[in-house]
C-alpha cells in the first residue's frame, strides 16, 4: 500500500491514495473561522469508522441479513499531552433492516472489533474501544404485481 500526500499551503495538504484516490486534510480555516478540512487525526477516526462498518455490512449479508442501511458514529477523547492519542473511542451502530436478527447484529460487531477490523486494532493499542448498537425496522419494498 501506498500513498502520497503533498503540502498545499499553510497547514492544507492534499492526500493521495495509491489507487489514485485524493482527499484534503489540514487545520486551515477560512476567513469566516470554519475548517477547510478535517485533520489528520480526525480522518483516522473517520477510517476506524468506514472499517467497522464495512465488516459488519459484509458479515450481515453473507449471513443474509436484510441490510438497508448501517450508519457508524464515533465519539472520542485524545490524550491531553503529546502525542495526543486517542484514549478513549466509544462506537455506535445504527443497523436499519428488515427482521433483522439481533444475535446476528451482536455478532458482527465483534466479530469486526475482535478479528476483522484492522483500524480499530491499531487504535485499542492505546484507546479503550466500546460498542453498542440500535436496530431499525425498515418496510419490505412494495410487492410489484
Known amino acids: 500500500m501506498k500513498a502520497r500526500v503533498r503540502w498545499i499551503e499553510k497547514r492544507l495538504f492534499m492526500g493521495e491514495s495509491g489507487t489514485g484516490h485524493t482527499v484534503v486534510l489540514g487545520t486551515t480555516t477560512a476567513a469566516d473561522g470554519h475548517r477547510l478540512a478535517p ?3 480526525e480522518l483516522m477516526l473517520i477510517g476506524a469508522g468506514g472499517c467497522t462498518a464495512w ?8 449471513g443474509r441479513q436484510a441490510v ?13 499531552t503529546d502525542p495526543k492519542v486517542f484514549t478513549r473511542i466509544h462506537i455506535h451502530f445504527m443497523v436499519s433492516g428488515r427482521d433483522l436478527d439481533r444475535a446476528k447484529v451482536e455478532r458482527a ?6 478479528k476483522y477490523c484492522s483500524a480499530t486494532a491499531m487504535l485499542a493499542k492505546t484507546a479503550a474501544i466500546t460498542h453498542d448498537f440500535e436496530i431499525v425496522e425498515t418496510e419490505a419494498a412494495p410487492a410489484v404485481s
Open 109 to 114: 460487531i465483534h466479530l469486526s472489533a475482535d
Open 55 to 62: 465488516d459488519v455490512v459484509d458479515i450481515l449479508e453473507k
Open 68 to 80: 438497508d442501511d448501517c450508519v457508524v458514529e464515533l465519539d472520542a477523547d485524545r490524550a491531553e
Open 39 to 41: 485533520s489528520a487525526i
